[in-house]
């Protein structure tokens, strides 16, 4: 595997010239693939960069997502926050046949492997005082 930052790989040649693939595009595949997953809270990057791009307004679809491309295969590293009372097992298994589907099917790439990194859990503590808000009102009403 080449680093992405070092090689953007030829995928393809035909007639009328040759096809690349941008390592960018495959991290925002598999961005894209890991949030439709119920039970991811968030997606989770460690990126300089990216925390000073998203402090300026810019979204960055590739948060929390690493990406190794060689000339046919890649290797998709992914840090995710999971809701509370999510199975994790079975949320990262969702995670790793959503973005391999995702990304073979878009690219044509061979997906070697999707290493799931669970990097917290997400506790919706802020919908559970506005519960218990109202349900103290409630209470003074009746």
Same mark, same amino acid.
């Given at each position: 595997m080449v680093e992405m930052e070092?090689?953007?790989p030829e995928y393809e040649h035909?007639? =009328?010239? *040759?096809?690349?693939i941008a390592p960018e595009v495959i991290e925002v595949i598999? +961005? =894209?693939a890991t949030s439709e997953i119920k039970g991811v809270a968030s997606m989770s990057g460690s @990126? +300089?960069?990216?925390?000073?791009?998203?402090r300026f307004g810019k979204k960055n679809l590739? *948060?929390?997502v690493k990406v190794n491309v060689g000339q046919k295969e890649a290797s998709i590293n992914? @840090?995710?926050v999971i809701e509370f009372g999510y199975r994790i097992p079975e949320i990262a298994q969702?995670?790793?046949?959503n973005? *391999?589907?995702a990304i073979e099917n878009m690219t044509g790439l061979h997906v070697s492997e999707v290493n799931i990194h669970v990097v917290g859990v997400f506790m919706p503590t802020e919908e559970k005082k506005d519960k218990n808000q109202l349900e103290e009102q409630i209470q003074r009403v009746r």
């Open positions: 070092a090689y953007i035909t007639d =009328l010239g *040759k096809i690349q598999a +961005f =894209l @990126s +300089f960069v990216g925390d000073i791009a998203e590739a *948060k929390g992914v @840090s995710v969702q995670i790793q046949d973005v *391999k589907q």
